[in-house]
């Protein structure tokens, strides 16, 4: 079955780079997403990758994409922090609407 | 404003009793979602729907129920039978063909 791993916790300091990494297990994932969670709110879809490139950059943030190694990573650049939430990526593998989530990243930007 | 709307944003119940929680979309989206969020474990689905009058049982389904007779509604229902009902629920909606989802802002159900 699909499985979806991401470390819990992850603490930078305001300014830094933060990379908030994940991997998955099914190799047939069409997309891959990531999104942000602030507190008692719902998820934010930040940005998603399709299966068949390995790199996209939007503003702030650049997702990479490890196909052979089932690795995805989250890179956002000069951490803010409006950036501390807890950030979950999420694979789709039948091209359509079913999502599997990790467990999700908490980030804490030190300021 | 197009959106998916969930209420009430807190909710209280004494053991026992069923509750439903509402979820309402105006995006015109097919298919609707509903997850269950506990801490440290991620999103769980529940049940989902592709289309009006039909609907899937998720990974964790057993104790709750739910309707989808309005393309807008995708009502769920916790049930006395749901042994941990205490749980952030978190409603969502995606049109067919696109894979990103659209969520609600969530409400948080305590039974007691």
């Known amino acids: 079955g699909e499985d979806v791993e991401q470390s819990l916790f992850l603490s930078v300091r305001e300014g830094d780079s933060s990379v908030i990494n994940c991997t998955y297990t099914?190799?047939?994932?069409?997309?891959l997403y990531w999104y942000k969670q602030e507190p008692g709110a719902g998820l934010q879809l930040l940005t998603y990758?399709?299966?068949?490139?390995d790199m996209k950059q939007d503003q702030r943030l650049t997702v990479l994409l490890n196909k052979k190694d089932k690795h995805l990573s989250l890179r956002i650049a000069d951490t803010q922090t409006g950036d501390s939430a807890i950030y979950f990526c999420?694979?789709?593998?039948?091209?359509?609407?079913?999502?599997?989530f990790g467990t999700g990243t908490r980030l804490t930007v030190i300021p | 404003d197009g959106g998916i709307t969930q209420s009430p944003k807190y909710l209280f119940r004494k053991e026992g009793q069923n509750v439903t929680l509402s979820c309402e979309q105006n995006?015109?989206?097919?298919?609707m979602y509903w997850y269950r969020q506990d801490p440290g474990q991620g999103l769980r689905l529940i049940y989902y729907?592709?289309?009006?009058?039909?609907?899937q049982k998720g990974d964790i389904a057993e104790g709750y129920s739910v309707s989808r007779e309005k393309k807008e509604s995708f009502p769920l229902t916790v049930t006395s039978a749901q042994k941990n009902p205490t749980a952030f629920y978190l409603c969502?909606?995606?049109?067919?063909?696109?894979?990103?989802?659209?969520f609600g802002p969530g409400t948080r159900l305590t039974v007691t």
């Open positions: 990758i399709f299966s068949n490139m």
């Open positions: 099914d190799s047939s994932s069409t997309y």
């Open positions: 995006l015109n989206h097919d298919a």
């Open positions: 969502a909606s995606a049109s067919q063909g696109l894979g990103e989802q659209y």
């Open positions: 729907s592709q289309i009006v009058n039909d609907f």
């Open positions: 999420a694979e789709s593998i039948d091209g359509a609407n079913n999502l599997f």
